[in-house]
């Protein structure tokens, strides 16, 4: 394992709950994964979860497929010496992407990830240009490129990758204010378009953080979608529990002018 990854774990570490319930191991590079485990914990309360976050690691947009694939193995190796893990969530769609096989093949308990939210976002477009807003590494992975292939091939597929989104909104975690002009610069590529995309993928769990911003320099009535778990009937059979395994695939939020 590397050094930094066993230096980093233990301060990394946040779990609540004991024994006797199921163990669920929420995954990140930052704390952009809170958004996927705070929806999972309203709806599996009695759970026992471990969030970690790759603090050494981060951000994961920037890094090879090599570099994201080994230290999630490592990272996760090193929990579950800890802790009985019954599933583990891999709650960013960087590592989402190129991780999964891999952490499947390598332990014996469920691994879900998080995809870019491309499929509901080909249906509730009105004007059919759907903005895909994520890391640069989700943006080139071909697994993005597949999801558009396969449920939005009628659409016009508006791609923006950006890394820095990722770290406004960690700043904005730690209690900065984001400057509006930054993130209209980030997006400016679309409000330059003679028909700007009227429905936007957050395809980064930390760019829910960032959608009060996003929502003031977006054009009115677009609407944003984040990224989710899969389908309640593709995650049921993970474990036996007496709680709901129903948790919503997707958040949607429209933007409105007062």
């Known amino acids: 394992m590397p050094r930094d990854v066993q230096e980093e774990l233990a301060p990394s570490l946040a779990a609540n709950g004991q024994g006797?319930?199921?163990t669920i191991l929420v995954f990140d590079s930052g704390v952009g994964g809170l958004s996927v485990y705070?929806?999972?914990r309203q709806l599996l309360p009695e759970a026992h979860y471990i969030y970690v976050f790759d603090n050494a690691g981060f951000p994961y947009g920037e890094k090879t497929e090599q570099f994201i694939v080994q230290r999630i193995i490592a990272i996760t190796a090193a929990v579950t010496r800890q802790y009985p893990v019954s599933i583990a969530v891999v709650a960013c769609n960087t590592a989402s992407t190129v991780s999964l096989p891999a952490l499947r093949e390598t332990f014996d308990f469920p691994v879900v990830g998080v995809v870019p939210a491309i499929k509901p976002a080909a249906r509730l477009t009105r004007n059919g240009v759907v903005g895909?807003?994520?890391t640069r590494g989700t943006v080139k992975r071909s697994y993005t490129q597949?999801?558009?292939e396969q449920f939005a091939k009628e659409c016009q597929i508006k791609m923006l990758g950006s890394s820095e989104l990722v770290l406004l909104a960690e700043r904005k975690?730690?209690?900065e204010q984001i400057p509006l002009h930054d993130m209209k610069g980030i997006v400016q590529p679309w409000l330059a378009l003679p028909e700007p995309p009227d429905t936007v993928?957050?395809?980064c769990t930390h760019f829910p953080l960032l959608k009060a911003?996003?929502?003031a320099v977006l054009p009115e009535g677009t609407r944003l979608v984040d990224s989710g778990l899969p389908s309640p009937e593709e995650r049921s059979g993970y474990w036996k529990t007496d709680q709901p395994l129903a948790i919503r695939a997707y958040r949607i939020s429209r933007i409105v002018r007062k």
């Open 20 to 22: 006797g319930r199921p």
């Open 38 to 40: 705070d929806e999972i």
């Open 132 to 134: 895909v807003l994520a």
């Open 146 to 148: 597949q999801l558009v």
């Open 173 to 175: 975690l730690q209690g």
């Open 201 to 203: 993928v957050l395809g």
């Open 213 to 215: 911003e996003l929502q």
